[in-house]
Structure formats: structure tokens, C-alpha cells
């Protein structure tokens, strides 16, 4: 079992921290898109779609789109689209701006830059990070998708390959308490 590590001031998060908030995340987002499915009955659309696809390309002809728009699967489509740039705009922007999403809030760790572990990362560093591991999963490779994220086993900073390429690295964030009468006068 890996334990978070420290080199001087400095706490790099242990991988199982990492993964926890991590699958933290994806249920939270996961949780909700499924909730959109039930309320909005996306259901049997996406089922009418499956089977559509099923069939073959001979019967997919120009014939059947409005039989995709009145089924509802054109808007099944946009809902899940939404969704997953709604994931993708929530870990880029939260990693980057504040360096935490609500996982990594709930595990006390938090992204920051290389060079400057005291401030986040940034967005550009943030969408790097967040871009490597599906790149190296379109990889025809078993597991190739796993790759940046195994490398951080073996590294002492604890970084994977996509927080090697984005510069960053994740460490530990402890909440220091504030007395009530060092907030008020602060």
C-alpha cells in the first residue's frame, strides 16, 4: 500500500488517494447523468438507437432521421454530449482554477504546478492532463488508457505521465484550522 510521501515541506498524494477522489468524481457526475436519463425518459430512445445500429448499414438510410427525431434519439444524443463536455469543462476548469475538484476536496489533495507547488496549475496545464490519458487509450493496446497513470507507481514525485507532460504534481493539502477570533479580525 502506497502512503502519501514527503520531500521537505512538500506531500505528494498516495495513488489510492488519487484514485478515491478520482471515483469520487465519476460517480457524482455518473449519479447525475444518470438522474437526466430517468427524468427526461431517455430510455427508449438511446434503445431505439442501439437497435438502429444493430441492424446494419443497409438500414440506415436518409429515410430513418425523422424516424431519430421523433423517437427522440437526436436529443438523447445532445443530452449525453452536454453531459460529457460538461465533465470535461468540470475537471479542467475546477483542476485548473482551484486546482481541486469535490473528490480531491474529500481526500485533501489538490494539483499544482511543478515549479510552484503553492499555486494551481492553470487551464492549459489543466486540459493537458486532462487530454494525455484518452490519447494514450486510443492506443490499439489493451489498458494502453492506463499508461500515464501507471507511471506515477514508479515515480517519486508520484506523478503520472500526464502530470509529467502538464508539469504538475499532486500533493496532500491539510485544512488548517482557524481560531473564530483570527477570522473575525482577518
Known sequence: MCHD????????????RRAAAWSVDVVLFAGALFGIVAVTDMQRPLGLACRLLRSGPASNTPAVLPQLVRGGVVFSL????GGFAAWVLYRVVCTGRWGRTLGKCLFGIQVARLE???????????????????????????????????????????????????????????????????????
Request: zero cysteines; proline letters at 9%; charged letters at 20%.
Open 5 to 16: 510521501e514527503s520531500d521537505g515541506d512538500l506531500s505528494f498524494a498516495a495513488l489510492w
Open 78 to 81: 445532445v443530452v449525453l454530449l
Open 116 to 186: 510552484d507547488p503553492s499555486t494551481p496549475p492553470g487551464l492549459r496545464r489543466a486540459a493537458i492532463r486532462w487530454v494525455l490519458p484518452p490519447l494514450a487509450g486510443a492506443i490499439p493496446l489493451p489498458g494502453s488508457g492506463l499508461l500515464p497513470y501507471l507511471m506515477a507507481v514508479r515515480n517519486h514525485r508520484r506523478q503520472g505521465g500526464h502530470d509529467q507532460a502538464a508539469r504538475t504534481v499532486v500533493v496532500r493539502r491539510r485544512i488548517k484550522q482557524v481560531k473564530h477570533k483570527q477570522a473575525v479580525q482577518k
